[in-house]
């Protein structure tokens, strides 16, 4: 599978935006997709996952309550809904994929495949 995020872009705080990450190949809706987060000087940090099959929800205690990953597979594309956006949710956001035919992906079960970031940065 290959994917490509879009959507970044530069927001005052407090803000919105939508990230969206399109997937090539077969059989979508058979993987787990997540976004995962780099920040300057940072390791890669775990934002949300989405499960293939129902699609069972995970998010860092960071964005809870913030953030909404969702799917659709009719459009072999998943999104990241980021609200109440804050400084130090500045980061260059990265798409993911696992192959999970049983649906039953939970994190950190590690991603078998990685898409270009998309910046993301949110001025105070």
């Known amino acids: 599978v290959q994917l490509q995020a879009s959507g970044g872009g530069l927001v005052q705080a407090g803000g919105s935006l939508r990230l969206s990450c399109a997937a090539s190949g077969r059989a979508f809706s058979s993987y787990a997709m997540g976004w995962f987060r780099q920040a300057p000087g940072k390791e890669r940090e775990f934002v949300s996952t989405i499960s293939g099959g129902v699609g069972s929800t995970y998010y860092a205690d960071s964005v809870k309550g913030r953030f909404t990953i969702s799917r659709d597979n009719a459009k072999n594309t998943v999104y990241l809904q980021m609200n109440n956006l804050k400084p130090e949710d500045t980061a260059v956001y990265y798409c993911?994929?696992?192959?999970?035919?049983?649906?039953?992906?939970?994190?950190?079960?590690?991603?078998?495949?990685w898409g270009k970031g998309t910046q993301v940065t949110v001025s105070s």
């Open positions: 993911a994929a696992r192959l999970d035919y049983s649906g039953t992906y939970s994190p950190p079960r590690p991603m078998d495949a």
